[in-house]
């Protein structure tokens, strides 16, 4: 088993607090597509914000600690959907500034970040483009006054409550063509931002429509037409995190179902006690042990060398929130017509752990890089 450092332990125990806290209202903050203001308010009181901003910039440790990252939204995760989401996106959000904004850009903006008094976005999806992101429509272009934005994104987390968005679009023609990477700030003339459709888990999604928005050439992340590389270097660092945030939701699914089946009685005995019933919670604990261990793992290595590692975040990403949804379907299943109650947490559990195996790389989409890597040779 892998053993999390004292140094770790401790950022465990800060954010087990601040899931505590927002575990009575958990459901409330759950089912908002607001900012919900005491998880926010609980969140800050943390600090735990300045886990994904470096520490030059206000934040926690000198370069992002991917470990750290993901064992603060396990243990965020385990109570609440919005608090995991309002931390990991500070990071997911805001890592194309932290690596390729201007010192005076980073300066404005990351310090608040860590704070949590900036909420940040990343807009990379769009009406007609989700996985295959390289095909990006939404143009930037330099102009007399700075970069003009024109295009939609669509699905964006943070959509309407972030103070500003990474923008991913394709620049340029014929041999200098590539893509691209802005800040713009939600109050850019020309920004729209509608709010995204409700979903079976609720989340904050806007959609946006930038028109004409144009912002300073200092707004700019990264080398223009080579910003693709930002993304990557954002999924090296965040794809593990999601693992961490399946982890907890299978912590929690599997506590639910173990409350439940230890108590009730079937057959002059606890469901437990009943054969199948007790082999799947036992699976379930199977699978949330192997699930943790491989995540832990590469968030370790992702620490050293995220990009380098990067397979192994994809594949603890698809293995963990694959096993989310088997442990809470099996715990739904345990608690029989109990775990079918609207409003219920093991209704809100088993919402939110679809999603997770489709953002920040789907399942089949991640399965298919790493069959190309072994493919390549790869192992
Ligand atoms: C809750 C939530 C929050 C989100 N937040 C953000 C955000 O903040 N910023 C942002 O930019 N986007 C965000 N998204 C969008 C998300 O990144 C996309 O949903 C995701 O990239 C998948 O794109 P898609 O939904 O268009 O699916 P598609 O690309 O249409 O794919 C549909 C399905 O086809 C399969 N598939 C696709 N490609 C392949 C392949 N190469 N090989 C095999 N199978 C494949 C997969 O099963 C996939 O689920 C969010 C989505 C959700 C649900």
Same mark, same amino acid.
């Given at each position: 088993m892998f053993e999390l450092s004292p140094h770790h332990r401790k950022i465990q125990e800060t954010a087990r607090a601040a899931a505590a806290e927002v575990d009575p209202f958990a459901g409330e903050a759950d089912a +908002?597509?607001?900012?919900h203001e005491a998880a926010r308010e609980a969140l800050r009181r943390s600090?735990? $914000?300045?886990?994904?901003?470096p520490a030059a910039h206000g934040? $926690?440790? !000198?370069t992002l600690d991917p470990l750290a990252i993901a064992v603060v939204r396990e243990a965020l995760m385990y109570s609440s959907a919005h608090l995991d989401s309002l931390f990991g996106m500070q990071g997911v959000g805001s890592y194309a500034l932290t690596v390729g904004g201007s010192d005076e850009l980073r300066a404005r903006w990351l310090p608040r970040v860590a704070a949590l008094d900036a909420i940040a976005g990343l807009a990379l999806t769009e009406p007609d483009i989700? +996985?295959? =992101?390289?095909?990006?429509?939404t143009t930037l272009a330099s102009v007399s006054d700075g970069v003009r934005v024109d295009g939609r994104k669509s699905f *964006?987390?943070?959509?309407?409550? %972030?103070?500003f968005y990474c923008v991913l679009g394709r620049e340029g023609d014929g041999d200098a063509r590539g893509h691209s990477m802005v800040l713009v700030p %939600?109050? %850019?003339?020309?920004l729209t931002v509608r709010p995204g459709p409700g979903l079976i888990a609720p989340h904050i999604l806007g959609e946006l429509e930038f028109d004409g928005v144009v912002v300073p !050439?200092?707004?700019? =992340?990264?080398?223009p037409l080579k910003a693709f590389s930002l993304m990557l270097q954002t999924l090296a660092v965040f794809r593990v995190s999601v693992a961490g945030s399946a982890v907890g939701l299978a912590q929690a699914a599997l506590d639910e179902a173990l409350r439940h089946v230890t108590v009730r009685e079937q057959f002059g005995r606890?469901? *437990?006690?009943l054969g199948a019933v007790g082999q799947n919670v036992a699976l379930s604990w199977t699978d949330v042990e192997a699930a943790r261990a491989l995540t832990y793992r590469a968030a370790a290595l992702a620490q050293s060398d995220p990009l380098g590692h990067l397979d192994m975040s994809s594949i603890a990403k698809v293995n963990a929130t694959e096993a989310a949804g088997r442990v809470v379907d099996r715990s739904v299943q345990a608690m029989g017509?109990?775990? =079918?109650?609207?409003?219920?947490k093991i209704e809100r559990l088993y919402r939110n752990a679809r999603p997770l195996r489709v953002y920040e790389g789907a399942t089949e989409v991640l399965l298919d890089s790493l069959a190309r890597r072994l493919a390549k040779g790869a192992s």
């Open positions: +908002s597509t607001v900012v600090g735990l $914000a300045r886990q994904v901003v934040g $926690a440790s !000198e989700g +996985s295959d =992101l390289r095909g990006v429509t *964006i987390t943070n959509g309407g409550a %972030a103070d %939600a109050d %850019a003339p020309g !050439e200092g707004n700019r =992340l990264g080398v606890p469901l *437990i006690g017509r109990f775990g =079918l109650v609207q409003g219920s």
